[in-house]
């Protein structure tokens, strides 16, 4: 099959600006983390990506350690990159981190230089890239200095590797330091990747102040919670879940009464907005202006379709805010 792009791809998507930069986002990106492994079924994760891009979802995120296998998310995206998305390179953003483990010895793990360096190129090479858009430190790491880890993206930059770089999951304070550091190594912060849903809220306490009055944007991760913020749950643990797999990072026993309890409450607030419920869950986090994007995940096109039609309703009254701070103070 012969790709070609629907010429009406950029018909409906919003695209928000990323802080103080050049740099615009669709409000919906696609993360790879999950279902596009070397034990995932290729031609689905393919067409998640072709009905992605499609719709107007330029922005692409992964990570070395994606699959699993680890790296093995990042070489399907070269398979479709070159056998689909070649001439559409250009009209994409592709994002890739370092910073979790990704191979044995004192060099495959955290933030140190010798790290971020060599594994960028390891997956410039798996996706078949000159360079990426937007480079990560993936998580802060406290032995390292932090002055290094920032040098490193820094170099990154310089050698052309990454166009833009980024900073994940950084705290308030780590947050500051790091942006200090760039800015004095003239090297802006695009970006920072937290997580951030109805039930995950720490970006609340003091991070997206920094991000709005530094000009950096926020990119949103497992905005659905991983799946719980949607009707995935509402009747049990389906099979083929994330919850129902093994070695995922949401268990069964995350599944609680209590969580069910209220997205079922959550659930009646969105139907009476004409919304699904994971719709409701994304609008809520884009109705911040700092929230650049929210970086969902997918198992199929048809959830992805769900997720797309957010966009239609991102507006909430006074009065269904209140409800939801209800319903989440339990
Ligand atoms: P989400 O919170 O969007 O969860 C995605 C999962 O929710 C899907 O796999 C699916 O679960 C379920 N789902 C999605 N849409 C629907 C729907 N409409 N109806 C029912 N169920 C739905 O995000 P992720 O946790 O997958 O994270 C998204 C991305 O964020 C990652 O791919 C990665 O790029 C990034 N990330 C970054 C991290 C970091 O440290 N920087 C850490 C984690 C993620 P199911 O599989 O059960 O069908």
Known sequence: MVYKSSEK?????????????????????????????????????????????DSGITHFDLANNYGPPPGSAEEMFGKVLKQDFAPYRDEMIISTKAGYTMWDGPYGDWGSKKYLVASLDQSLKRMGLDYVDIFYSHRFDPETPVEETMEALHLIKQQGKA???????????????????????????????????????????????????EGVGLIAFSPLAQGLLTNRYIDGIPAGSRAAKADTFLNREDVTE???????????????????????????????????????????VAQLEDNLKTIQTVNFSGDELKRIEAILAG
């Open 163 to 213: 166009l833009y770089v980024g900073i994940s999951n950084y705290r308030p304070e780590q947050t500051k330091s790091a942006l200090k550091i760039l800015n004095q190594l003239g090297t802006k912060c695009l970006i920072h990747q937290a997580k951030y849903s109805m039930y995950e809220r720490w970006v609340e306490g003091g991070l997206l102040d920094i991000l709005g009055s």
């Open 258 to 300: 209590e969580k069910i309890r209220q997205v079922r409450q959550l659930n009646d607030i969105a139907k009476a907005r004409g919304q699904s419920l994971a719709q409701m869950s994304l609008a809520w986090l884009l109705k911040d202006p700092r929230v650049t994007s929210v970086l969902i995940g997918a198992s199929s």
């Open 9 to 53: 791809r950029y018909d409906t998507m919003l695209y928000n600006r990323c802080g103080k930069s050049g740099v615009k986002l669709p409000a919906i990106s696609l993360g790879l983390w999950h279902n596009f492994g070397g034990v995932d079924t290729f031609e689905n994760g393919r067409a998640i990506l072709h009905k992605a891009f």
